[in-house]
């Protein structure tokens, strides 16, 4: 059964740091695209971040470009978002994803695997 659980979420003070986790069952994270979406209260899912499935290429949403960083570890089957230099505009609930598939996307509709959310509280 294809299984993504986020965890790492919390209360943070502005300019301070978390990272996110995403562990993968069911499924490869080397062998898939990967994201990390997010969703303010009463606004729309958005891009974040991702990765692509070989080299791991990255890309990033503007507003979070130099603060956070994706990654994954093979060996753990896990994929990370560092949270750097929080803003209480970061205040969201976080997503993981995947898709089938080689071509990387950014778009929320492209990705059919989903972890649960993890909330992040940017705040002082």
């Known amino acids: 059964q294809l299984q993504l659980v986020a965890s790492g979420g919390g209360l943070v003070q502005p300019g301070g740091s978390l990272r996110l986790s995403c562990a993968a069952s069911g499924l490869t994270v080397s062998s898939h695209p990967l994201g990390w979406f997010c969703q303010a209260p009463a606004q729309w899912r958005e891009f974040v971040a991702a990765?692509?499935?070989?080299?791991?290429?990255?890309y990033y949403a503007d507003s979070v470009k130099g603060r956070f960083i994706i990654s994954r570890d093979n060996a753990k089957n896990t994929v990370y978002l560092q949270m750097n230099s929080l803003k209480p505009e970061d205040t969201a609930v976080y997503y993981c994803a995947a898709r089938g598939g080689t071509r990387t996307a950014v778009g929320e509709r492209e990705y059919g695997y989903w972890g649960q959310g993890t909330q992040v509280t940017v705040s002082s």
């Open positions: 990765m692509s499935w070989s080299v791991g290429n990255t």
